[in-house]
C-alpha cells in the first residue's frame, strides 16, 4: 500500500496513493489503523482522492475500523469527491460512516466530534455531583 501519514494530537491522517482499494491494501490499512490504535489515535481521516474502486475486503477492513473508532469515541472519515465511490460505500450500510469532501472538512469534523465528547463527559459530571436531583420532588 502507498501511502503516507501524518500524525496530530487529535487524528491520524492517511493519504492513500492507490487506485484501488483491494485485498492488499486492505490489510495494510488494518495492521496500520490497528497500530494507530495502540498509539492512542481513535480518529482517523483516510484520503482516498485517487482510489477508483473498493473491493469487498476494502469494505469489510473499512467497516471493521470504522466499529474500533465508534467504540473508541471517534470518527473514521474518508475524503472523496468520487460520486460513485461514495453511492457505493452508501450502499455498503457502513453504520456511522462518515464521508466528506475535503480534508478540511474532515479535520473540522474531528474536532467538532471532540467538541461533543467533551461536552457529553461534562453533562455526565454533572449528574454524578448532583445525584439524584430529578427525584427531589418525588
Known sequence: ??????KNEQYAQIRLAESEFGEDVSTTFE?????L???????I??????????????????????????NEVGLL???TKNDELINFLDAASISDLTILPTVEEAID?????????????EQ??????GGSVGNAEA
Do not use: H, W
Request: glycine share 4%; charged share 25%.
Open 37 to 43: 490504535f495502540r498509539e492512542g489515535y481513535s480518529n
Open 109 to 121: 469534523a474531528v474536532f467538532m466530534n471532540e467538541l461533543e465528547n467533551d461536552f457529553r463527559s
Open 45 to 70: 481521516i483516510v484520503d482516498i482522492t485517487p482510489v477508483q474502486s473498493i473491493d469487498q475486503t476494502g469494505i469489510i477492513t473499512i467497516r471493521k475500523i470504522n466499529r474500533q473508532c465508534t
Open 1 to 6: 500500500m502507498n501511502y503516507t501519514i501524518e
Open 77 to 79: 472519515i474518508l475524503v
Open 124 to 129: 455526565d459530571d454533572e449528574y454524578d455531583i
Open 31 to 35: 495492521t496500520l489503523s490497528r497500530s
